[in-house]
């Protein structure tokens, strides 16, 4: 699942994951990605902005998503530092990014599951 409330980005994004042979879900803000994942609907990965418009950004997204289930790769992106408050299970990566390097981390992070590749 992409998350991300600029639509651009969103596209670009998804689009590349979608050229690297993945399944991509998007949302617009974290309220729309909750409302997908408590719909009970698969996702193996959430990439999600840190600062997004909405009624919480993406580290209560985060939060969040830990609470549902705690084994689900969280990556979280943002032009600012790192945050404090990140849990060690959750991936930082800082913009700006080179497209090919998010496809490969998100590889990495699907792999680690054992979800790539069946």
Do not use: W
Request: proline share 4%; aromatic share 6%.
């Amino acid at each position: 699942m992409v998350v991300d409330d600029d639509a651009v980005i969103r596209l670009v994004l998804s689009e590349a994951m979608r050229d690297a042979g993945l399944q991509v879900i998007e949302a617009s803000c974290s309220a729309d990605a909750m409302s997908y994942l408590r719909s009970g609907a698969a996702v193996d990965l959430v990439f999600s902005d840190i600062q997004m418009a909405g009624p919480y950004d993406g580290l209560l997204l985060a939060h969040q998503v830990r609470g549902m289930d705690p084994t689900l790769p969280v990556l979280l992106t943002s032009s600012g530092d790192k945050p404090a408050s990140l849990s060690d299970s959750e991936v930082f990566i800082r913009k700006p990014y080179r497209l090919d390097d998010i496809v490969a981390v998100v590889r990495s992070n699907l792999e680690a599951r054992d979800f790539v590749g069946k």
